[in-house]
């Protein structure tokens, strides 16, 4: 089975491939390795990439499956279907605004990666902001570009944003790993991906 593993950057998490293997994966290889890498384990071809190049594989039946975050799914799902919640690797999309660029009577200015998911959260709250795609929108706010941004907690934290402190307004969704497989494998290997996912469930049932 070729398999894709999605990683923002570095060496793929630790409890990520503790499930994998618990569910009888061939993981060791992995363990070191950052992307982008191919490596051949015990009959397994493992693809450490970027989430939306584990997607598009996916999409284009280059690998059967993948573990990407469901942040990414939420943006469309490129024609994958989504298996099992992983319930790893948890965090949380949210709106943070720079609280020292209040416009008055201006359109509020927000980057992000997830367009459709700010578009979604923006209607469903009333807000009319400015939406700005870019790929590294905690950068947005230093250069003037954004008021805030629409992007993962953790990037938040991580203190990328150019000096400008960023506040967390709101809550845009929990997101976490998920499995998905491609079209393709959804017929051709039907079976090990009922396997592979029930497995995973045992696992999850127990941590």
């Not at 363990?31 to 384990?41: H, K, S, T, W, Y």
């Not at 319930?87 to 720079?98: F, G, M, P, S, T």
């Not at 509020?108 to 997830?114: G, I, K, N, P, Q």
Request: net charge neutral; glycine share 8%.
């Amino acid at each position: 089975m070729r398999v894709g593993i999605a990683c923002e950057a570095g060496a793929p998490p630790a409890e990520l491939l503790a499930l994998l293997e618990a569910a009888g994966l061939p993981v060791a290889a992995l363990r070191g390795e950052v992307p982008p890498a191919l490596v051949a384990a015990d009959g397994a071809a493992w693809l450490l990439g970027t989430p939306g190049d584990v997607l598009r594989f996916c999409d284009r039946a280059a690998l059967d499956a993948g573990v990407v975050g469901s942040d990414r799914l939420l943006e469309g799902r490129l024609g994958v279907a989504d298996l099992l919640d992983l319930r790893r690797c948890r965090d949380e999309l949210v709106l943070a605004v720079a609280p020292a660029a209040a416009r008055p009577h201006q359109r509020l200015r927000v980057a992000t990666r997830h367009p459709e998911s700010a578009r979604r959260h923006f209607a469903a709250t009333g807000a009319q902001p400015e939406i700005v795609v870019v790929d590294e929108p905690v950068l947005a706010p230093a250069l003037g570009l954004a008021d805030g941004v629409v992007e993962l907690a953790s990037r938040v934290r991580a203190g990328r944003a150019g000096g400008v402190a960023l506040e967390v307004r709101e809550v845009v969704a929990v997101c976490s790993a998920h499995l998905v497989a491609s079209r393709a494998a959804r017929v051709l290997l039907r079976s090990e991906l009922a396997v592979l996912v029930d497995r995973l469930r045992a696992v999850l049932e127990v941590t």
